[in-house]
Protein backbone atom coordinates (compact mmCIF):
# COMPACT_ATOMS: atom_id res chain seq x y z
CA UNK A 1 0.00 0.00 0.00
CA UNK A 2 1.57 3.16 -1.27
CA UNK A 3 0.89 6.66 -2.04
CA UNK A 4 2.76 8.73 -4.50
CA UNK A 5 2.59 12.41 -5.61
CA UNK A 6 4.61 13.24 -8.13
CA UNK A 7 4.77 17.04 -9.94
CA UNK A 8 5.41 16.39 -13.72
CA UNK A 9 8.67 18.13 -14.38
CA UNK A 10 7.97 20.09 -17.46
CA UNK A 11 4.26 21.10 -16.29
CA UNK A 12 2.61 22.44 -13.70
CA UNK A 13 0.76 18.60 -14.19
CA UNK A 14 0.49 17.33 -10.60
CA UNK A 15 -0.40 13.01 -10.53
CA UNK A 16 -1.89 11.26 -8.07
CA UNK A 17 -1.15 7.37 -8.02
CA UNK A 18 -3.25 4.71 -6.04
CA UNK A 19 -3.17 1.50 -5.69
CA UNK A 20 -6.74 -0.62 -6.48
CA UNK A 21 -6.69 -3.56 -6.28
CA UNK A 22 -10.70 -3.54 -7.59
CA UNK A 23 -9.98 -2.73 -10.82
CA UNK A 24 -9.64 -5.02 -13.98
CA UNK A 25 -5.88 -5.83 -15.28
CA UNK A 26 -6.72 -8.91 -17.39
CA UNK A 27 -5.84 -6.48 -20.69
CA UNK A 28 -2.30 -5.66 -19.03
CA UNK A 29 0.62 -8.38 -20.50
CA UNK A 30 1.99 -8.91 -16.76
CA UNK A 31 -1.56 -9.17 -14.95
CA UNK A 32 -0.62 -8.06 -11.50
CA UNK A 33 -2.74 -8.31 -7.96
CA UNK A 34 -3.40 -3.72 -8.40
CA UNK A 35 -3.10 -1.21 -11.02
CA UNK A 36 -2.98 2.56 -10.20
CA UNK A 37 -5.23 5.59 -10.57
CA UNK A 38 -3.51 8.74 -11.19
CA UNK A 39 -6.16 11.83 -11.52
CA UNK A 40 -4.53 14.61 -13.50
CA UNK A 41 -5.46 18.31 -12.72
CA UNK A 42 -4.86 21.08 -15.37
CA UNK A 43 -4.61 24.34 -14.57
CA UNK A 44 -7.95 26.10 -16.02
CA UNK A 45 -6.06 27.28 -19.24
CA UNK A 46 -4.76 24.45 -19.87
CA UNK A 47 -8.17 22.52 -19.28
CA UNK A 48 -9.18 19.68 -22.60
CA UNK A 49 -12.36 21.81 -23.54
CA UNK A 50 -12.91 20.82 -27.62
CA UNK A 51 -12.73 17.52 -29.74
CA UNK A 52 -9.46 18.98 -31.08
CA UNK A 53 -7.74 19.61 -27.73
CA UNK A 54 -9.31 15.57 -27.28
CA UNK A 55 -8.05 14.51 -30.42
CA UNK A 56 -4.58 16.15 -29.79
CA UNK A 57 -3.93 14.35 -26.19
CA UNK A 58 -5.94 11.13 -26.41
CA UNK A 59 -5.97 8.68 -28.99
CA UNK A 60 -8.05 5.36 -28.77
CA UNK A 61 -6.84 4.39 -32.66
CA UNK A 62 -4.21 2.59 -33.47
CA UNK A 63 -1.26 4.76 -34.97
CA UNK A 64 -0.04 4.40 -37.88
CA UNK A 65 3.66 1.89 -38.15
CA UNK A 66 4.83 4.28 -40.57
CA UNK A 67 4.96 7.09 -38.75
CA UNK A 68 5.76 5.84 -35.13
CA UNK A 69 6.87 2.30 -35.00
CA UNK A 70 7.59 2.02 -31.36
CA UNK A 71 3.67 3.41 -30.57
CA UNK A 72 2.24 1.32 -32.59
CA UNK A 73 4.27 -1.95 -30.83
CA UNK A 74 3.21 -0.72 -27.61
CA UNK A 75 -0.80 0.13 -28.32
CA UNK A 76 -0.83 -3.43 -29.95
CA UNK A 77 0.87 -4.71 -26.76
CA UNK A 78 -0.88 -2.96 -23.95
CA UNK A 79 -3.87 -1.39 -25.34
CA UNK A 80 -6.16 -3.48 -27.39
CA UNK A 81 -8.97 -4.90 -25.08
CA UNK A 82 -9.94 -8.61 -25.64
CA UNK A 83 -10.42 -9.97 -27.82
CA UNK A 84 -13.69 -10.17 -26.93
CA UNK A 85 -16.76 -11.17 -28.79
CA UNK A 86 -17.82 -13.49 -30.98
CA UNK A 87 -13.96 -13.97 -31.45
CA UNK A 88 -13.27 -15.22 -28.08
CA UNK A 89 -16.05 -15.44 -26.14
CA UNK A 90 -14.56 -16.87 -23.13
CA UNK A 91 -12.75 -13.76 -22.30
CA UNK A 92 -12.90 -12.57 -18.68
CA UNK A 93 -14.85 -9.79 -19.73
CA UNK A 94 -17.52 -11.72 -21.63
CA UNK A 95 -21.56 -11.31 -19.38
CA UNK A 96 -23.98 -13.20 -20.84
CA UNK A 97 -22.29 -13.15 -24.55
CA UNK A 98 -21.40 -9.20 -24.50
CA UNK A 99 -18.86 -7.42 -23.33
CA UNK A 100 -18.88 -5.83 -19.98
CA UNK A 101 -16.76 -2.93 -21.17
CA UNK A 102 -18.75 -2.38 -24.59
CA UNK A 103 -16.50 -3.59 -26.59
CA UNK A 104 -16.07 -3.16 -29.40
CA UNK A 105 -16.87 0.10 -29.94
CA UNK A 106 -18.66 1.96 -33.03
CA UNK A 107 -16.22 3.28 -35.79
CA UNK A 108 -16.27 6.88 -35.88
CA UNK A 109 -14.55 9.57 -38.18
CA UNK A 110 -15.05 12.57 -35.59
CA UNK A 111 -14.33 12.42 -31.84
CA UNK A 112 -17.49 13.56 -29.81
CA UNK A 113 -17.09 16.20 -26.78
CA UNK A 114 -18.53 15.00 -23.23
CA UNK A 115 -21.06 12.14 -23.71
CA UNK A 116 -22.30 11.16 -20.89
CA UNK A 117 -19.32 12.94 -18.97
CA UNK A 118 -16.88 10.96 -21.24
CA UNK A 119 -15.88 11.88 -24.40
CA UNK A 120 -16.75 9.16 -27.36
CA UNK A 121 -13.09 8.98 -29.26
CA UNK A 122 -12.89 9.03 -33.08
CA UNK A 123 -11.97 5.91 -34.18
CA UNK A 124 -11.75 5.57 -38.12
CA UNK A 125 -11.94 2.63 -40.11
CA UNK A 126 -8.97 1.42 -41.60
CA UNK A 127 -6.92 -1.93 -42.35
CA UNK A 128 -7.37 -4.37 -39.12
CA UNK A 129 -3.65 -5.67 -37.62
CA UNK A 130 -2.50 -8.93 -36.91
CA UNK A 131 -2.35 -8.82 -32.35
CA UNK A 132 -0.86 -12.74 -31.70
CA UNK A 133 -3.54 -14.80 -33.34
CA UNK A 134 -6.21 -12.16 -34.05
CA UNK A 135 -7.26 -9.87 -36.48
CA UNK A 136 -7.66 -6.75 -34.23
CA UNK A 137 -9.00 -3.32 -35.38
CA UNK A 138 -9.78 0.28 -34.41
CA UNK A 139 -12.73 -0.94 -32.57
CA UNK A 140 -10.82 -2.74 -29.62
CA UNK A 141 -8.51 0.47 -28.64
CA UNK A 142 -8.72 1.70 -25.05
CA UNK A 143 -7.87 5.55 -25.28
CA UNK A 144 -4.30 6.25 -24.22
CA UNK A 145 -2.18 8.91 -24.56
CA UNK A 146 1.02 8.89 -26.35
CA UNK A 147 3.38 10.38 -24.64
CA UNK A 148 2.74 8.79 -21.23
CA UNK A 149 2.57 5.33 -23.19
CA UNK A 150 5.96 5.78 -24.65
CA UNK A 151 7.22 6.81 -21.42
CA UNK A 152 6.03 3.96 -19.49
CA UNK A 153 5.46 1.49 -22.16
CA UNK A 154 2.81 -0.45 -19.96
CA UNK A 155 -1.35 -0.01 -20.23
CA UNK A 156 -2.43 3.87 -19.25
CA UNK A 157 -5.44 4.39 -19.77
CA UNK A 158 -6.60 7.94 -20.21
CA UNK A 159 -9.66 9.56 -20.37
CA UNK A 160 -10.41 12.73 -20.66
CA UNK A 161 -13.10 13.93 -17.77
CA UNK A 162 -15.93 16.20 -18.66
CA UNK A 163 -18.47 16.23 -16.17
CA UNK A 164 -19.12 16.19 -12.76
CA UNK A 165 -20.17 12.42 -13.34
CA UNK A 166 -16.50 11.35 -14.22
CA UNK A 167 -14.86 13.47 -11.76
CA UNK A 168 -16.73 12.05 -9.10
CA UNK A 169 -16.23 8.70 -10.43
CA UNK A 170 -12.28 9.40 -10.40
CA UNK A 171 -12.66 11.25 -7.19
CA UNK A 172 -13.81 8.12 -5.51
CA UNK A 173 -10.88 6.18 -6.45
CA UNK A 174 -7.95 9.17 -5.58
CA UNK A 175 -9.36 10.47 -2.39
CA UNK A 176 -11.18 7.04 -0.49
CA UNK A 177 -7.60 6.94 0.77
CA UNK A 178 -6.20 2.84 1.63
CA UNK A 179 -7.58 0.50 4.29
CA UNK A 180 -5.64 1.23 7.66
CA UNK A 181 -4.86 -1.15 10.60
CA UNK A 182 -3.98 -0.04 14.07
CA UNK A 183 -1.35 -3.27 14.86
CA UNK A 184 0.94 -3.56 18.08
CA UNK A 185 3.92 -5.91 17.44
CA UNK A 186 5.51 -7.81 21.03
CA UNK A 187 7.86 -10.07 22.06
CA UNK A 188 6.52 -13.50 21.83
CA UNK A 189 5.48 -14.80 25.02
CA UNK A 190 5.83 -11.28 26.49
CA UNK A 191 2.79 -10.69 28.55
CA UNK A 192 2.51 -6.93 28.16
CA UNK A 193 -1.12 -6.02 28.73
CA UNK A 194 -1.44 -2.53 29.76
CA UNK A 195 -5.00 -1.57 31.24
CA UNK A 196 -3.98 2.39 31.44
CA UNK A 197 -3.58 2.07 27.19
CA UNK A 198 -6.81 0.54 27.16
CA UNK A 199 -9.90 2.77 26.51
CA UNK A 200 -12.33 1.83 28.94
CA UNK A 201 -15.88 2.90 28.47
CA UNK A 202 -18.01 3.77 31.35
CA UNK A 203 -21.96 3.02 30.53
CA UNK A 204 -23.81 5.81 32.37
CA UNK A 205 -27.42 5.36 33.46
CA UNK A 206 -30.01 7.75 32.27
CA UNK A 207 -33.22 7.36 33.96
CA UNK A 208 -36.24 9.42 34.69
CA UNK A 209 -36.96 10.20 38.48
CA UNK A 210 -37.48 7.43 40.81
CA UNK A 211 -37.19 5.65 37.61
CA UNK A 212 -34.33 3.96 38.12
CA UNK A 213 -33.59 -0.05 37.01
CA UNK A 214 -33.62 -2.18 39.93
CA UNK A 215 -32.60 -5.57 39.76
CA UNK A 216 -34.39 -8.23 42.41
CA UNK A 217 -35.06 -11.41 42.73
CA UNK A 218 -38.43 -13.11 43.22
CA UNK A 219 -40.27 -12.78 46.20
CA UNK A 220 -37.49 -10.21 47.54
CA UNK A 221 -38.62 -6.80 45.79
CA UNK A 222 -39.32 -4.90 49.00
CA UNK A 223 -35.70 -5.54 50.05
CA UNK A 224 -34.69 -4.79 46.50
CA UNK A 225 -36.63 -1.34 46.33
CA UNK A 226 -35.42 -0.71 49.88
CA UNK A 227 -32.09 -1.46 48.83
CA UNK A 228 -32.36 1.07 45.82
CA UNK A 229 -33.62 3.77 47.93
CA UNK A 230 -29.73 3.60 49.82
CA UNK A 231 -27.74 3.79 46.32
CA UNK A 232 -27.87 6.35 43.77
CA UNK A 233 -27.15 5.74 40.35
CA UNK A 234 -24.30 7.27 38.23
CA UNK A 235 -26.83 9.95 37.18
CA UNK A 236 -28.25 10.98 40.94
CA UNK A 237 -24.54 10.67 42.24
CA UNK A 238 -23.79 13.36 39.68
CA UNK A 239 -26.19 15.73 40.85
CA UNK A 240 -24.25 15.22 44.41
CA UNK A 241 -20.88 15.79 43.12
CA UNK A 242 -21.84 19.07 41.31
CA UNK A 243 -23.51 19.89 44.77
CA UNK A 244 -20.74 19.15 46.48
CA UNK A 245 -17.87 20.10 44.01
CA UNK A 246 -17.69 23.23 41.78
CA UNK A 247 -14.83 21.98 39.92
CA UNK A 248 -17.00 19.67 38.61
CA UNK A 249 -19.37 22.12 37.45
CA UNK A 250 -17.99 22.42 33.46
CA UNK A 251 -18.34 19.13 32.65
CA UNK A 252 -21.20 17.44 31.26
CA UNK A 253 -22.66 14.17 32.04
CA UNK A 254 -20.74 12.39 29.23
CA UNK A 255 -17.63 13.49 30.24
CA UNK A 256 -17.52 12.96 33.62
CA UNK A 257 -15.60 9.78 33.71
CA UNK A 258 -12.74 11.42 32.27
CA UNK A 259 -12.28 13.08 35.44
CA UNK A 260 -14.06 11.46 37.96
CA UNK A 261 -14.38 7.27 38.71
CA UNK A 262 -17.46 5.83 39.77
CA UNK A 263 -16.83 4.11 43.36
CA UNK A 264 -19.67 1.32 42.83
CA UNK A 265 -19.65 0.13 46.82
CA UNK A 266 -20.13 4.31 47.77
CA UNK A 267 -22.22 5.20 44.43
CA UNK A 268 -20.32 8.29 44.12
CA UNK A 269 -18.06 9.88 41.45
CA UNK A 270 -14.24 10.27 42.96
CA UNK A 271 -11.48 12.34 40.74
CA UNK A 272 -9.18 10.37 39.41
CA UNK A 273 -5.79 10.50 39.34
CA UNK A 274 -4.28 9.33 36.01
CA UNK A 275 -5.85 7.65 33.25
CA UNK A 276 -9.01 9.84 32.61
CA UNK A 277 -8.00 10.46 28.80
CA UNK A 278 -8.49 7.04 28.10
CA UNK A 279 -11.63 7.11 29.56
CA UNK A 280 -15.75 7.52 27.19
CA UNK A 281 -18.45 7.99 29.10
CA UNK A 282 -21.20 6.09 27.00
CA UNK A 283 -25.01 7.14 27.47
CA UNK A 284 -27.82 4.73 26.33
CA UNK A 285 -29.83 5.67 23.02
CA UNK A 286 -33.54 6.32 23.79
CA UNK A 287 -36.17 6.09 20.38
CA UNK A 288 -37.75 9.40 19.85
CA UNK A 289 -41.18 7.75 20.91
CA UNK A 290 -39.35 6.90 24.22
CA UNK A 291 -40.08 10.83 25.00
CA UNK A 292 -38.97 11.94 28.07
CA UNK A 293 -36.15 9.80 27.95
CA UNK A 294 -35.15 10.58 24.74
CA UNK A 295 -35.10 14.32 25.38
CA UNK A 296 -33.93 13.86 29.03
CA UNK A 297 -30.42 12.40 27.74
CA UNK A 298 -30.10 15.26 24.96
CA UNK A 299 -30.85 17.88 28.02
CA UNK A 300 -27.74 15.67 29.62
CA UNK A 301 -25.39 16.13 26.64
CA UNK A 302 -25.77 19.67 26.92
CA UNK A 303 -26.28 20.98 30.16
CA UNK A 304 -23.49 20.61 32.94
CA UNK A 305 -23.36 21.33 36.53
CA UNK A 306 -26.92 20.32 36.95
CA UNK A 307 -27.86 19.25 41.31
CA UNK A 308 -31.14 17.34 40.39
CA UNK A 309 -33.93 16.51 37.97
CA UNK A 310 -35.39 19.76 38.52
CA UNK A 311 -32.81 21.80 37.77
CA UNK A 312 -32.55 19.99 33.96
CA UNK A 313 -35.99 21.03 34.03
CA UNK A 314 -36.11 24.38 35.01
CA UNK A 315 -34.71 27.11 32.27
CA UNK A 316 -34.16 30.57 32.49
CA UNK A 317 -35.88 30.52 35.62
CA UNK A 318 -38.97 28.53 34.33
CA UNK A 319 -39.47 25.05 35.51
CA UNK A 320 -40.99 23.05 32.46
CA UNK A 321 -43.40 20.55 33.50
CA UNK A 322 -41.38 18.04 30.45
CA UNK A 323 -38.01 16.91 29.52
CA UNK A 324 -39.56 17.61 25.90
CA UNK A 325 -40.44 21.20 27.01
CA UNK A 326 -37.29 21.77 28.59
CA UNK A 327 -35.44 21.05 25.28
ZN1 LIG B 1 -14.44 -7.20 -23.79
Not at 169 to 186: M, N
Not at 277 to 300: A, C, K
Amino acid sequence: MYRLVQEHPTTSVKMVFLEDKNLDMRRCNAPTLCTEVAAIFVDSESKIRTKDGIDKFVSAELPDPCTDLRLFQIVKKCMVHGPCGTININSPCMRDGQCCKSFPKQFKDDTEENVNGYPIYRRRATEPVQVGKYSIDKQMGSPYNPWLLKKFNAHINVEVCASVKSVKYLYKYVYKGHDAASVKIQKEGALDHDEILSFVEVRLAVHLPQQQPIVYQDGQEAQAIERAALRKTTLTSWFELNKNDPSAHNISYSDIPQYYMFDKSTTNWKKRQRGGQNVIGRLPVFSILDTERYYLRMLLLRKSGAISFDDILTVNGLRCIAFQQAC
